[in-house]
């Protein structure tokens, strides 16, 4: 075979790699976050607390980012394709335990097991890493991480799911309507994706070169700047994920409709959208922009906007009255939105630029650490916002975002000045 037709044939691999592995992150991805939907309906039925069911739902986050370096550096060895496979499956065995437990105690358990699916997030970046040339691999991994819109697929289908089979039983009762059909129905798209990708996707995989050691991969984690885009992913992806579990109760807790009555679930979950969508679909736009200006200029941007949305955000009411006005604050947090999308692809593409053969070991623990960012953000919001100071979250956020670009902008400084010191010499 020419160089023109293996040239060809990366290009129709790479594309295919994208738009498949793009597909199943979607969907594991709303697998991940099923619960923030399902929770009410599974508290009637078992009668859980509040607590409970955010230790369900808190368990699910923690394994979806627990294992994200492990799933990347095995993609790095063995390819994404294999990994993709191999969570597809795994992740529709455990929704279908979901749909036939009948305590707090098997969800939990169970909860934490099918939270595997977040795991595909760093095999997915390492995957279409090594498939796409480094000119494109902005706007490819931020296309892919658009897949973080599947946090919104359970919340649009879900309750309409529930509603219409409540009390119905399917398969001479073997299948259960309600909360239950939805897992289930999970599994079955899971299983079928697995097939798309087994028979979509080339079989002949590219993996990272050389037959490295495990200390050899994972020193890239000595570095510094490792962990300063991992705080970054913590600003922008984790935080994403807290507030998109954060925000229904929210909107709910702090805001009124015109009757004088507390905005209800329904309308929050879809106040909520309007900042998952454009934190999930700027994504693209934050990795093309990050290919033509490059990363940083990017990322300081990304701050920028976050800062200023985040400072207003935090005012009491008593400052700025408008922010009583549930539409100019949910506004307000759209472009805030807007920024977090830019700013995740803007991250991810530091990680091939710098590390361009340990995408897999680095994406991974900034992936892992960003997860754990959502795990851990929620408790600090609901500290910061006491009664009659709603604006404590969004404090929080400003606060993160400061030690950011406090801690960017002395790295920068740092950098420029050994590349000066080079240029004298």
Same mark, same amino acid.
């Given at each position: 075979?020419?160089?023109?037709?293996?040239?060809?044939?990366?290009?129709?691999?790479?594309?295919?790699?994208?738009?498949?592995?793009? =597909?199943?992150?979607? =969907?594991?991805?709303?697998?991940?976050?099923?619960?923030?939907?399902? /929770?009410?309906?599974?508290?009637?039925?078992?009668?859980?607390?509040?607590?409970?069911?955010?230790?369900?739902?808190?368990?699910?986050?923690?394994?979806?980012?627990?294992?994200?370096?492990?799933?990347?550096?095995?993609?790095?060895?063995?390819?994404?394709?294999?990994?993709?496979?191999?969570?597809?499956?795994?992740?529709?065995?455990?929704?279908?335990?979901?749909?036939?437990?009948?305590?707090?105690?098997?969800?939990?358990?169970?909860?934490?097991?099918?939270?595997?699916?977040?795991?595909?997030?760093?095999?997915?970046?390492?995957?279409?890493?090594?498939?796409?040339?480094?000119?494109?691999?902005?706007?490819?991994?931020?296309?892919?991480?658009?897949?973080?819109? /599947?946090?919104?697929?359970?919340?649009?289908?879900?309750?309409?799911?529930?509603?219409?089979?409540?009390?119905?039983?399917?398969?001479?009762?073997?299948?259960?309507?309600?909360?239950?059909?939805?897992?289930?129905?999970?599994?079955?798209?899971?299983?079928?994706?697995?097939?798309?990708?087994?028979?979509?996707?080339?079989?002949?995989?590219?993996?990272?070169?050389?037959?490295?050691?495990?200390?050899?991969?994972?020193?890239?984690?000595?570095?510094?700047?490792?962990?300063?885009?991992?705080?970054?992913?913590?600003?922008?992806?984790?935080?994403?994920?807290?507030?998109?579990?954060?925000?229904?109760?929210?909107?709910?807790?702090?805001?009124?409709?015109?009757?004088?009555?507390?905005?209800?679930?329904?309308?929050?979950?879809?106040?909520?959208?309007?900042?998952?969508?454009?934190?999930?679909?700027?994504?693209?736009?934050?990795?093309? *922009?990050?290919?033509?200006?490059?990363?940083?200029?990017?990322?300081?941007?990304?701050?920028?906007?976050?800062?200023?949305?985040?400072?207003?955000?935090?005012?009491?009411?008593?400052?700025?009255?408008?922010?009583?006005?549930?539409?100019?604050?949910?506004?307000?947090?759209?472009?805030?939105?807007?920024?977090?999308?830019?700013?995740?692809?803007?991250?991810?593409?530091?990680?091939?630029?710098?590390?361009?053969?340990?995408?897999?070991?680095?994406?991974?623990?900034?992936? *892992?650490?960003? /997860?754990?960012?959502?795990?851990?953000?929620?408790?600090?919001?609901?500290?910061?916002?006491?009664?009659?100071?709603? /604006?404590?979250?969004?404090?929080?956020?400003?606060?993160?975002?400061?030690?950011?670009?406090?801690?960017?902008?002395?790295?920068?400084?740092?950098?420029?000045?050994?590349?000066?010191?080079?240029?004298?010499?």
């Amino acid at each position: 075979m020419g160089e023109s037709q293996t040239s060809e044939a990366q290009k129709s691999g790479a594309i295919r790699v994208l738009w498949i592995s793009t =597909l199943a992150f979607t =969907l594991m991805f709303a697998v991940w976050m099923m619960f923030g939907v399902l /929770g009410v309906a599974i508290k009637e039925e078992l009668g859980l607390s509040d607590a409970q069911l955010a230790w369900i739902t808190s368990v699910a986050i923690l394994n979806g980012s627990m294992w994200r370096m492990p799933a990347g550096m095995i993609a790095d060895r063995i390819g994404g394709r294999k990994v993709f496979i191999v969570l597809l499956l795994s992740s529709a065995v455990f929704a279908v335990a979901v749909a036939y437990a009948h305590s707090y105690v098997q969800l939990l358990i169970l909860a934490f097991f099918v939270g595997i699916a977040g795991n595909s997030f760093t095999a997915g970046i390492s995957w279409n890493s090594l498939w796409t040339p480094p000119e494109r691999q902005g706007l490819a991994l931020g296309i892919f991480g658009a897949g973080n819109l /599947g946090a919104s697929v359970t919340k649009f289908i879900g309750p309409a799911i529930i509603t219409a089979t409540a009390g119905q039983a399917y398969f001479g009762g073997m299948v259960e309507g309600g909360w239950r059909l939805v897992p289930l129905i999970y599994a079955v798209l899971l299983i079928l994706t697995a097939i798309l990708v087994w028979l979509g996707t080339p079989k002949n995989d590219i993996t990272a070169e050389g037959d490295r050691s495990l200390s050899e991969r994972l020193a890239p984690l000595k570095h510094i700047q490792v962990w300063r885009f991992s705080l970054y992913y913590v600003a922008v992806f984790g935080a994403y994920v807290a507030l998109s579990s954060w925000l229904p109760n929210y909107y709910t807790s702090h805001f009124t409709a015109s009757d004088g009555a507390p905005v209800s679930l329904t309308k929050a979950a879809l106040i909520t959208a309007s900042f998952i969508f454009p934190a999930s679909l700027m994504r693209p736009v934050g990795g093309w *922009m990050s290919d033509k200006w490059g990363a940083r200029s990017v990322m300081r941007l990304t701050f920028a906007l976050m800062l200023v949305t985040a400072a207003i955000l935090a005012l009491p009411r008593g400052i700025l009255p408008f922010l009583g006005d549930v539409w100019i604050f949910a506004f307000i947090v759209f472009i805030h939105g807007c920024a977090m999308g830019i700013g995740k692809a803007a991250v991810f593409k530091h990680i091939p630029t710098y590390y361009p053969q340990d995408v897999g070991a680095v994406g991974g623990l900034v992936g *892992m650490l960003g /997860g754990l960012g959502g795990f851990v953000l929620p408790p600090l919001f609901a500290a910061a916002t006491p009664a009659g100071y709603p /604006g404590g979250t969004f404090l929080v956020m400003a606060i993160l975002v400061v030690v950011c670009i406090i801690w960017m902008e002395i790295s920068i400084d740092r950098i420029e000045k050994v590349k000066a010191n080079k240029k004298a010499d």
